[in-house]
């Protein structure tokens, strides 16, 4: 959290959110016509880009982590048919599905249904932030 940062916790989508998911579509769409597995690839990485960034907030180092893993996989698919690609989803869905509970149980939580699932976030925000100011000067 930088100094200065606005309290805006929920479903958020961008400028540029919009700009990567048009594209992303249209790539996928082009791709899939060269080989389903290219626009399949494309597609499923900008719907995870939307949902980790947009719906459920995840953190950075989690989104990393499924990234690595997905990319592993696809890898060992493409390169040498091992894992099969419904392998290679049913991994990375299941990645997918563990990383937003554990990002849900965070305290910092401020995904949809925040207000909800974490109540104690605005809390958690104004001590942290706080902190941070005081940090700063």
Not at 8 to 20: A, E, H, K, N, T
Not at 62 to 67: D, F, G, N, T
Not at 69 to 90: D, E, N, Q
Not at 108 to 137: C, D, F
Request: aromatic share 14%; net charge positive.
């Amino acid at each position: 959290m930088m100094p200065g940062a606005v309290f805006q916790p929920g479903f958020r989508i961008s400028v540029v959110d919009r700009l990567v998911i048009v594209v992303g579509a249209a790539a996928a769409i082009a791709l899939w016509s060269i080989a389903w597995w290219l626009g399949f690839i494309v597609a499923y990485v900008v719907m995870h880009f939307f949902l980790f960034c947009n719906i459920f907030r995840v953190a950075r180092a989690p989104e990393l982590v499924w990234s690595g893993l997905f990319i592993g996989l696809t890898y060992g698919t493409l390169t040498f048919g091992v894992p099969s690609w419904a392998i290679t989803i049913g991994v990375s869905l299941a990645a997918t599905a563990l990383i937003v509970a554990l990002e849900m149980r965070k305290p910092s939580y401020h995904g949809v249904l925040w207000q909800r699932i974490n109540p104690g976030l605005p809390q958690w925000w104004a001590k942290r932030s706080a902190a941070k100011t005081e940090a700063h000067e």
